[in-house]
């Protein structure tokens, strides 16, 4: 049997309901009813009111286009699951930025549109970053910058440990680090490993820089990965509540200044400016050198299928007005994003020599879904972190917990 377009969004908001992103926020505001010259606007952003920078952005791209914008922002796994249940009731909105690892599932349901029967051109983005959000050749909508992860570190910690950063250059060079740091009566590196996405989130630059494959979870290279974190807890060079730790209590831990190292996001650095203490940032080490693989993170802007297709012409000039060259850069200063595009990125690394290896962290990142994952993903991601927390809890070892997550991943 042909499954309806309503049975497919049943099983896309099952398959989306476990799957939360990264930098995101909590609460919710805003309808989605649209009439007349008024459109619809969803995004994950509802730290960022009307007066806001992005709240003003998104206005203003409203104007331009002629309609009035109404916005509404959502929690990241709220937006997602909205928006399934809109289209289900025929009253999505018309446009939509949604984190990259959803697009595959709202695609899935149906109710995206593909950029090129729109119009936009995507031809100028990053291929690694596009691929987030693309499914079987084709692109469902334009990245509207990207975030990932690599290693803040306090200069002054360090110093007095005698750690030198440039030195960090694999795993054995980063744990001899924290051994030094721990020696010196200071606390090593924080990090998230909670039982949701972020903690697969944080996982995978040590799983991917491993060399472990998602299909094979409970690999040779997986099990090392896992355990490299279990030895820092049981030595204590990382605290015990990583398990519980979001990317957000993990930062203020390393905000207090007693930490050497916090594995975080593209998203602190406005916060690390404030933290009081010299930091520096190095990328994340794979296992045996060189940059570890980072997952892609960010938000695509998308334009979910109408029953009246007109409405398509002020949608398109919404998101190109939020995607053009012109606004990248104004826009993802807000965000404290990576632009997209190198030529905006250049931009970026002028006015804030800071964003340098985060220019370099997102240029070998990975989306989530690549790779013809998809919608496997979810199904892949919430055993990997129901691992990682047996793990360093001590209930399974590292291979008997990648075992059962492999396991189950199968079943999924």
Known sequence: MIPTRRTLLAVALATLLPLTACGGGSGSSGSSSSAGGTYTFWDPYPQFDASSDWGRRVAACGTAAGVKLKRAAYDTTDLGNKALLAAQQGNAPDVMLVDNPVVSTLVE????????????????????????????????????G???????????????????????????????????????????????AIN???????????????????????????????????????????????????????WQEFATGDYAFSENGTWQLGNADKAGFPYGVVNIPGQNGGSAPVPTGGEFVTVPVQKDTSRYEVSKKIVGCLTSDAN?????????????TAAVQAEQVKKNPELKPWVAAVAAARGRTSGGLGTKYPTISQPMWTAVQAALSGSKSPQDA???????????
């Open 109 to 144: 349901a149906g109710i995206l549109n593909r950029t090129s029967d729109l119009g936009l051109d995507t031809s100028s983005v990053q291929k690694n970053i596009i691929g987030a959000g693309t499914i079987d050749g084709a692109a469902y909508g334009v990245p509207i």
């Open 146 to 192: 990207a975030n990932t992860l690599a290693l803040y570190y306090n200069k002054k910690v360090l110093s007095a440990s005698g750690v030198d950063p440039a030195s960090i250059t694999d795993w054995a060079s980063l744990t001899a680090a924290l051994k030094k740091v721990k020696a010196a009566g200071k606390k090593g590196i924080t990090f998230s």
């Open 196 to 250: 949701t996405e972020e903690g697969s989130f944080q996982f995978l630059p040590w799983f991917w820089g491993a060399g472990g494959d998602l299909t094979e979870l409970d690999s040779a290279k997986g099990v090392a990965a896992l355990t490299l974190w279990k030895q820092w807890v049981d030595a204590g060079y990382a605290p015990k509540d990583v398990l519980q730790n979001t990317q957000t209590t993990s």
């Open 328 to 340: 990248l850069l104004p826009t993802d200063t807000t965000l404290m994003y990576v632009a997209p």
């Open 402 to 412: 990648l075992a059962a997550a492999q396991a189950a991943a199968g079943k999924g």
